[in-house]
RNA sequence: GCUGGCGUAGCUCAGCCGGUAGAGCAGCUGAUUUGUAAUCAGCGGGUCGGGGGUUCAAAUCCUCUCGCCAGCUCCA
């Protein structure tokens, strides 16, 4: 369907392109809630008000902030505003016009926009006795606004240009859809994400726990829980021996002086745990690096041994704002599935490239086929607030893109959002809901070589400097079982799954031939438990499904008498009865694929 | 860290214009011996996040503090 909308000239068009349309939709949508907001507190000042990827904000200055109960008063405005057919009336006037206009109305921070502004003439858009510096365009009317498809969510402050130092403004967050259906639609999927809620199946699932005695942003692992963790681990070990890595371990703590070294004790120090003990000072490891080049420095290393690649389930702590943290996806102690790739230059690019090789192994086998990836490289403009010579960022670079190119990987090139000691790839995950999460990282470094001085000697008899590179697949194990948890709504595959098999006799008399059912598949290293609690079948059932168990094996006199097992799967329930021996051949084989249903 | 909201039993929540706590689920005990998502009955369980204050009296009011939630800033 098309919209019809005025550009800042004056003139009417349509727009046929429903993402377009509903974006201007949404923009003209925000206006409305300004309107609203402008004429029910008149001692409110404006910021600015876009469209979203999920709707539209509006930030305000206003010194006594609103209240929870001003959200439905606005809303409430907008509907009586939308049903009176006000017009976007755009004009174009001189900016000296509109600063004084502004300046007028005392909306410093518009007239903060409009300096900032080049040209001499810009365009406002009028909605009833709201005006707006706005580019625009616009819906011609409020009374394309479906009152039933929008709605106000929610206020939260944020800063004016996104800058922590400026002032703080209050935001109110809204959405709208070109139809109610599709607002309802969205409201449906807010629900649905809220049940995959890692932080509430963390607890219904008795996977992990986070303690207020014990401090915030420090995860408690149960054994299911650890279950999990433990299965995800020794997939990876197992994958990164074959792939040519070595493990090591590394302490907890260092003397400043490494991290002195390192250099984050100066650039890191606010996100470190500092302590002392006699006359030294201590950190806990905020980073694996430095660890890892102990070891490659603790011997002479030739071009015959490269490349090395360390790999360690390190375990870092960081001191995060106490505000940032949020379940597992954001925490102060993490288990990072680091490595760290020590190389020539010759070799780098066939690094990356087996790099990227795993990486969509990985994720394909956690059950992610989606995802999308983003090449940061440095601010052109500020090329002195990085570390590394022109030549290896050119190298890296070359080396980063050739092997996208070469997999047929569309990437997005994100300029100036590299690090300062290199570019990097991040990898984003799609998730069952088609949320994207940043995990899985690879960055050059070219400070830590020559901070550390690390060498080796080339088939030139020359001591030359090798390459490093940082590596993590899932980022950190903590986030990465955040984000496994919300993807199958906990509802783990069957090889990840804390639990695969619960037994489940109906009567007493079943108990032993359930024991030896458990056993039986217990040996075939199957995570089995017997429900012999003294209840009905149907209430252990519901308590097996509401676990997210893979499968109920239901035993009575039928299946005790022919040897068999009543099968149940939590997603397509009852199978009926087939021989034990026949169910196990199934599930191993599940298992073994890696199967996400089973 | 900042803005706003919220902390009552293991969980979800009621009680909150002040009169010292309640439900459902979970747990425990007993009865029941059960065929594909909740059998019945009984019982136990809370220094109402913590400190201070106002008051004859505070879960209810004030204040400080800790934590959680939604964002902002930051990030694996």
Redesign the pocket.
């Known amino acids: 369907m098309s919209v019809k909308i005025v550009y800042a000239d004056g003139t009417v068009g349509e727009v046929a392109d429903a993402n377009a349309a509903l974006e201007i939709y949404r923009h003209s949508t925000s206006h409305l809630m300004a309107a609203a907001v402008t004429s029910l507190f008149p001692d409110t000042h404006l910021g600015i008000g876009p469209a ?1 990827s999920d709707g539209f ?1 509006y930030d305000f200055a206003r010194p ?5 109960e001003d959200l439905q008063k606005i809303e409430k405005r907008m509907r009586e505003l939308a049903s009176m057919d006000l017009k976007y009336e755009p004009s174009i006037i001189a900016k000296e016009e509109a600063i004084e206009y502004f300046t007028g109305q005392g909306e410093h921070l518009k007239v903060e926009l409009i300096q900032e502004k080049a040209g001499e003439r810009l365009s406002c858009y009028r909605l009833g006795d709201f005006v707006d510096f706005c580019t625009g365009p616009h819906l011609v009317s409020t009374s394309q606004i479906d009152p039933e498809s929008f709605r106000v ?7 004016w240009k ?3 130092h400026n002032q ?1 403004l ?2 109110i ?1 809204g959405t709208a859809f070109l139809t109610s259906e599709e607002l309802k639609a969205y409201l449906t999927q807010l629900e649905e994400a809220k049940k995959r ?1 890692h ?2 199946l963390g ?2 699932l008795d996977l992990f726990s ?1 303690s ?1 005695e014990a ?3 420090l995860a408690f692992w149960h054994p299911k829980g650890t279950r999990v963790r433990l299965l995800v681990e020794e997939f990876l070990r197992k994958e990164l021996y074959r792939r040519g890595y070595e493990f090591v371990t590394t302490p907890h703590v260092a003397r400043d002086a490494l991290w002195k070294t390192s250099g984050h004790y100066d650039y890191y120090r606010q ?1 470190m745990y500092v302590f002392n003990i006699d006359e030294d000072e201590f950190v806990l490891k905020p980073m694996n690096c430095p660890g890892h080049i102990q070891i490659y420095k603790s011997q002479m290393r030739s071009y015959r041994d490269l490349p090395l690649r360390f790999a360690e389930f390190g375990t870092v702590y ?1 001191y ?15 288990t ?1 599935d680091d490595a760290h790739i020590f190389s020539t230059r010759e070799q780098v690019g066939d690094e990356i490239s087996a790099l990227i090789d795993l990486v969509l192994f990985v994720m394909k086998s956690f059950g992610f086929d989606q995802y999308k990836v983003e090449l940061s490289v440095r601010d052109e403009s500020k090329k002195e607030d990085y570390a590394g010579t022109e030549e290896d960022w050119h190298m890296a670079e070359e080396a980063l893109t050739a092997s996208l190119r070469a997999r047929g990987i569309e990437w997005t090139r994100m300029e100036g959002e590299a ?1 300062f000691y290199g570019p990097k790839i ?1 990898v984003k995950l799609i998730d069952a809901i088609g949320r994207p999460w ?4 690879v ?1 050059f470094d070219f400070t830590l070589p020559k901070r550390f001085n690390l060498g080796y000697t080339g088939s030139d008899g020359q001591v030359h400097q090798p390459v490093m590179l940082h590596r ?1 697949l ?3 194990v ?3 079982l955040g984000v496994l948890i919300e993807h199958y709504a906990g509802a783990f595959p069957v090889w990840l799954a804390p639990v695969q098999v619960v037994v ?7 108990h032993e031939y359930a024991r030896k059912v458990a056993s039986r598949l217990t040996e075939a290293d199957l995570r089995v438990e017997i429900d012999d ?7 252990k ?3 097996a ?2 676990q997210k168990i893979p499968y ?1 094996l ?8 022919s040897g068999t097992v ?3 799967n ?1 997603f397509q ?5 087939r021989p034990l021996e026949e169910f196990l051949r199934i599930i191993e084989e599940t298992v073994k694929t890696r199967s996400v249903r089973p």
């Not at 006594?64 to 929870?68: C, K, L, R």
């Not at 239901?554 to 008498?561: F, N």
Request: net charge positive; hydrophobic share 30%.
């Open positions: 979203i904000y006594q902030g609103f209240v929870a969510l929610n206020m939260a402050g944020s800063y996104g800058d922590e703080q209050q935001r967050y809620d932080r509430k607890r219904d986070i207020e401090g915030p942003g996100n960081r995060e704002k106490s505000g940032v943290l949020h379940g597992l996806l954001r925490v102060r102690g993490f990072q690090v991040d940043q995990l899985s990282t960055q993590a899932l980022g950190s903590e986030r990465f489940i006799p109906i009567a007493e008399r079943h609690r003294n209840e009905k079948m149907g209430y059932i519901r308590s499904q509401t109920m239901v035993v009575g006199d039928k299946e005790v008498e009543s099968v149940r939590r329930g009852d199978e009926g009865s």
